[in-house]
Nanobody, 122 residues
Framework: VQLQESGGGLVQAGGSLKLSCAAS????????MGWFRQAPGQEREFVGV????????YYADSVKGRFTISRDNAENMVYLQMNSLKPEDTAAYYC????????????????WGQGIQVTVSS
């Protein structure tokens, strides 16, 4: 499984961005897909996860109500819609995949994208 993020960039506080993650391979429908982020000098932080079916999502408290994860299994894509962005959301964002149930720890995930930078200016 190979993952590639896109859609990052610079945005003002209060603005929105939508990240995309394209997955290769025919196993996409079996994968739980997570989003993580990492700011300089910080540990990689869980943002949210969507189940393989798309029926369930779970978010970190810091983004709940502002971020939404969705997926399109026909297109092998997963998305992270980020609204009401804050400067503290500035980080490199990573999509990750694992077979089976959703996980919230980076150690749960076997496959990772290279990451994409999101910068929120105040």
């Amino acid at each position: 499984v190979q993952l590639q993020e896109s859609g990052g960039g610079l945005v003002q506080a209060g603005g929105s961005l939508k990240l995309s993650c394209a997955a290769s391979g025919r196993a996409f429908r079996s994968l739980a897909m997570g989003w993580f982020r990492q700011a300089p000098g910080q540990e990689r932080e869980f943002v949210g996860v969507i189940s393989w079916s798309g029926d369930s999502t779970y978010y970190a408290d810091s983004v709940k109500g502002r971020f939404t994860i969705s997926r399109d299994n026909a297109e092998n894509m997963v998305y992270l819609q980020m609204n009401s962005l804050k400067p503290e959301d500035t980080a490199a964002y990573y999509c990750a995949a694992r077979f089976g149930v959703s996980g919230r720890s980076p150690y749960d995930y076997e496959y990772w994208g290279q990451g994409i930078q999101v910068t929120v200016s105040s």
